[in-house]
Nanobody, 126 residues
Framework: QVQVVESGGGSVQAGGALRLSCQVSENSYNTRCMGWFRQAPGEGRERVATIHSVSGTTYYVDSVKGRFSIALGSTKSTMYLQMNSLKPEDTAMYYC???????????????????WGQGTQVTVSS
C-alpha cells in the first residue's frame, strides 16, 4: 500500500511564506505526475502545481505563478511546494497526489485513481 504524507502547513500572515513537503512511500513508482491540489471550504478542488518525476515539466495555476515553486527531492519520492507572498485567498487544505502518467498529462489529469495524502491546512490571515 503506497502512502502519501504531507507536512508543513500552518498559519501565517499575508505576505508570509510556507514550505509544504510530500513523501511518497514507494520509490519505485517513478514515472509519474506529482501534484499539489487545494480545496477551500465550500469550493471545489483546484490544481495548484504539478511536476513530472522524469521530465521535470512543471505547471502552475495562474493565481500562484511567480509566488509558488514546486520541486522534487533527490530521491524523486519527495516533493516540495515553496509558497511565498501568501495571500488570504491561498487559505485551503492542500493535498499531495501522485499518479502514473506521461508529462503532458500532469496539468490535465484529475489524478483520479492515483495516490493521495490526507492534506495539510494552510491558513493566511490578512
Amino acid at each position: 500500500q503506497v502512502q502519501v504524507v504531507e507536512s508543513g502547513g500552518g498559519s501565517v500572515q499575508a505576505g508570509g511564506a510556507l514550505r509544504l513537503s510530500c513523501q511518497v512511500s514507494e520509490n519505485s513508482y517513478n514515472t509519474r505526475c506529482m501534484g499539489w491540489f487545494r480545496q477551500a471550504p465550500g469550493e471545489g478542488r483546484e490544481r495548484v502545481a504539478t511536476i513530472h518525476s522524469v521530465s521535470g515539466t512543471t505547471y502552475y495555476v495562474d493565481s500562484v505563478k511567480g509566488r509558488f515553486s514546486i520541486a522534487l527531492g533527490s530521491t524523486k519520492s519527495t516533493m516540495y511546494l515553496q509558497m511565498n507572498s501568501l495571500k488570504p485567498e491561498d487559505t485551503a487544505m492542500y493535498y499531495c497526489a501522485a499518479i502514473t502518467r506521461p508529462p503532458w498529462e500532469c496539468k490535465i489529469s484529475s489524478f483520479h485513481g492515483g495516490y493521495w495524502g490526507q492534506g495539510t491546512q494552510v491558513t493566511v490571515s490578512s
